[in-house]
Nanobody
Framework: QVQLVESGGGLVQAGGSLRLSCAAS????????TCWYRQAPGKQRDLVAR???????NYADSVKGRFTISRDNAKNTVYLQMNNLKPEDTAVYYC?????????WGQGTRVTVSS
């Protein structure tokens, strides 16, 4: 069974940068989109960024201009470059893949931004 594995989270000071990675352990057929979500303590899980099959991207208003989603198809990996991080970006970040037959979630990677 294909799994998604996120990495790259950690502790960073406000204004710093992190790059998250989401690697699929195998081939996922018919990917419609890959997304990054985040969930802060006590809050719902929200969409942060999305990249479609065609490569078009969408971002939450709160991260526009600071975060960039990209992918490397050869490596079955999607990235989230996060710049100018703010304390309110603190959350567990999850990778999500909308596949042809089912969807997939990663286990999450924690990002903590100190002020």
């Amino acid at each position: 069974q294909v799994q998604l594995v996120e990495s790259g989270g950690g502790l960073v000071q406000a204004g710093g940068s992190l790059r998250l990675s989401c690697a699929a352990s195998g081939t996922i057929f018919g990917i419609k989109a890959t997304c990054w979500y985040r969930q802060a303590p006590g809050k719902q899980r929200d969409l942060v960024a999305r990249i479609s099959k065609s490569g078009s991207t969408n971002y939450a208003d709160s991260v526009k201009g600071r975060f960039t989603i990209s992918r490397d198809n050869a490596k079955n990996t999607v990235y989230l470059q996060m710049n100018n991080l703010k304390p309110e970006d603190t959350a567990v970040y999850y990778c999500y893949v909308d596949g042809q037959f089912r969807d997939y979630w990663g286990q999450g990677t924690r990002v903590t931004v100190s002020s």
